[in-house]
């Protein structure tokens, strides 16, 4: 039986409304979804696949095989505050006995 070694530190949380494209009446988000993971209030400067930079307030950290969060979507944090979606980024190591997750960094 596999088991996720990053199981204990998913204690947050939180609402997922992935962006879905844009409208006549502006963004189209798809069914909010719960999922579980890590999230990291530290902020930090990123940068863009444009180029931009922009400050990122914070990370979520999520389980290997979370779906793909786009930019623009919207995650609802602990706490109730709301966050934008800047990248999602799915960190692998095949073949290697490591730990695998997802990282979003929002806005």
């Known amino acids: 039986m596999v088991t996720d070694p990053l199981a204990d530190f998913w204690v947050h949380s939180v609402t997922v409304k992935r962006h879905a494209g844009a409208g006549p009446s502006g963004d189209i988000y798809a069914a909010p979804e719960a999922i579980t993971g890590f999230v990291d209030h530290t902020a930090r400067l990123i940068t863009t696949p444009t180029g931009e930079q922009i400050t990122a307030t914070a990370t979520l950290l999520a389980p290997a095989g979370t779906a793909p969060i786009p930019p623009r979507s919207v995650v609802t944090l602990p706490g109730g505050i709301s966050a934008r979606v800047l990248t999602w ?9 490591l730990p695998e997750h997802v990282e979003v960094t929002l806005q």
């Open 89 to 97: 980024t799915a960190h692998t190591a095949p073949g290697l006995d």
